[in-house]
């Protein structure tokens, strides 16, 4: 057996369903520290978190997979940082590709006004609602 075999991967952490993380929460749940995380920032362009009125970093889940994705590369695979951005960049392109992109846009593509804005009880627009709600509740 191979050293390889003997490693353990521990099971991605289960991400709580919220709108917005902030970064100790994010490092508790990657299992890094939060200077990693702001180093992770200036090396890899699409991890970009907002900021609140406060100036605290906000992670949505997207950023929360993104930095998993990030520390199992650096980790786990053994990448350079550099390895892992070009990794990166080329796995975006591929799933991302303009094939990829028309046919996203011939599927959503509204017919009507009607589609576009939905019913009062659209799923899009509660959830809109409700990322709002978190806002509001994070500035107060």
Avoid: C
Avoid at 17 to 38: N, W
Avoid at 103 to 123: E, H, I, M, N
């Amino acid at each position: 057996m191979s050293a390889e075999e003997h490693l353990i991967v521990p099971p991605e952490p289960e991400i709580p369903d919220k709108l917005y993380f902030r970064i100790g929460e994010v490092a508790r749940l990657a299992g890094i520290k939060p200077y990693v995380l702001r180093f992770w920032e200036t090396e890899f362009s699409t991890l970009k978190p907002k900021n609140s009125g406060t100036g605290q970093r906000l992670y949505r889940r997207k950023d929360v997979e993104l930095v998993l994705e990030i520390k199992r590369l650096l980790y786990e695979r053994r990448f350079t940082i550099e390895g892992a951005r070009k990794f990166m960049e080329t796995q975006a392109k591929s799933e991302f590709g303009p094939s990829a992109r028309s046919a996203r846009v011939k599927k959503t593509q509204p017919k009507g006004q009607a589609s576009l804005f939905g019913s009062d009880d659209s799923p899009a627009l509660d959830k809109v609602r409700d990322e709002l709600k978190a806002l509001l509740s994070l500035l107060k």
